[in-house]
Nanobody
């Protein structure tokens, strides 16, 4: 059973940066697509970004393009979400999710929760002055 753990959330001022991490033990994440979703207060969970297995593709939702970057470090078996130029509307609980993806990249279109069977518990990001 793949268990994901997020970290790196916190309180930051508008315009600031945070880096979220998603990691798993005993499983090589390289062959999984890893996605980040978020749920803002009073809203449904939405996709943010995704990186395909073997880093063959990445995807960003329009709301974060140019501000967020997803990357994988195999040495530490982690996937990061670097978030720059944060806005109050980025305030949410951020979740990482995973699905096996050893073949053709799947992070090429809008993210759908149902495609990802493994989820972390989430980490809170609050953007406020």
């Amino acid at each position: 059973q793949l268990q994901l753990v997020e970290s790196g959330g916190g309180l930051v001022q508008p315009g600031g940066s945070l880096r979220l991490s998603c990691e798993a033990s005993e499983v090589d994440l390289l062959y999984y697509a890893i996605a980040w979703f978020r749920r803002a207060p009073g809203k449904e969970r939405e996709g943010v970004s995704c990186i395909s297995g073997r880093n063959l593709a990445t995807h960003y939702e329009d709301s974060v393009k140019g501000r967020f970057t997803i990357a994988r470090t195999r040495a530490k078996n982690k996937v990061y979400l670097q978030m720059n130029s944060l806005k109050p509307e980025d305030t949410a609980v951020y979740y990482c999710a995973a699905v096996p993806n050893p073949g053709p990249p799947i992070c090429t279109e809008d993210l759908t929760e149902g495609h990802f069977p493994y989820w972390g518990q989430g980490t809170q990001v609050t953007v406020s002055s």
